[in-house]
């Protein structure tokens, strides 16, 4: 295992999960792999499963807390292969007249985070294979923290000179 001591500086979609980027003590750019797969949740419909077969999706029956209730209802669980196709899948869905559709509205990064307990700028130690896919992490910051170390980030200055002829 590779263990690299920073900050999650960006993530971004890839086909294969996350391009988590991290930064490093030193100051350098970190690139990891991690392989997540999004997921939201569908009411039971009767064509739920002719609806997604020709998506790479994997999907089954569970039980979650609804937002407003606060009851438990049953629902579909879906993970999304690529998390790039995530946003077609569900404008896909949203046509289908009595489909019901749960988390399918936060942005993907968001959701990511989310899920992974971790946040824009964590301080922490990320372990990766000898392949660069992330496989384990341990935040050390707290996102309610006012107190904290900076990243050493470095500085561009751009401007824009305009002629006038």
Same mark, same amino acid.
């Given at each position: 295992? !590779?263990? !690299?001591?920073?900050?999650?500086?960006?993530?971004?979609?890839? /086909?294969?999960?996350? /391009?988590?980027?991290?930064?490093?003590?030193?100051? #350098?750019?970190?690139? &990891?792999?991690?392989?997540?797969?999004?997921? &939201?949740? +569908?009411?039971?419909?009767?064509?739920?499963?002719?609806?997604?077969?020709?998506?790479?999706?994997?999907?089954?029956?569970?039980? =979650?807390?609804?937002?407003?209730?606060?009851?438990?209802?049953?629902?579909?669980?879906?993970?999304?292969?690529?998390?790039?196709?995530?946003?077609?899948?569900? #404008?896909?869905?949203?046509?289908?007249?009595? $489909?019901?559709?749960?988390? +399918?509205?936060?942005?993907? !990064?968001?959701?990511?985070?989310?899920?992974?307990?971790?946040?824009?700028? +964590? #301080?922490?130690?990320?372990?990766?294979?000898?392949?660069?896919? &992330? =496989?384990?992490? =341990?935040?050390?910051?707290?996102?309610? +923290?006012?107190?904290?170390?900076?990243?050493? $980030? =470095?500085?561009?200055?751009?401007?824009?000179? #305009?002629?006038?002829?």
């Amino acid at each position: 295992m !590779i263990t !690299i001591k920073g900050w999650i500086f960006d993530a971004y979609l890839v /086909s294969k999960g996350i /391009s988590l980027w991290i930064i490093d003590e030193e100051g #350098r750019m970190q690139t &990891l792999l991690d392989p997540w797969q999004p997921k &939201l949740y +569908a009411g039971a419909h009767a064509d739920l499963e002719r609806l997604l077969e020709k998506w790479a999706v994997t999907f089954g029956r569970t039980e =979650r807390k609804e937002f407003y209730t606060n009851s438990f209802v049953p629902v579909y669980e879906i993970r999304v292969h690529n998390p790039q196709t995530y946003e077609d899948l569900v #404008r896909h869905l949203e046509q289908v007249e009595g $489909l019901e559709l749960y988390n +399918a509205d936060i942005p993907l !990064i968001q959701a990511y985070h989310y899920e992974r307990k971790h946040f824009p700028l +964590a #301080r922490g130690e990320y372990e990766s294979d000898a392949n660069g896919i &992330l =496989r384990n992490w =341990r935040i050390s910051d707290s996102p309610w +923290a006012l107190d904290y170390e900076r990243p050493p $980030l =470095r500085f561009v200055y751009m401007s824009l000179d #305009r002629r006038s002829d």
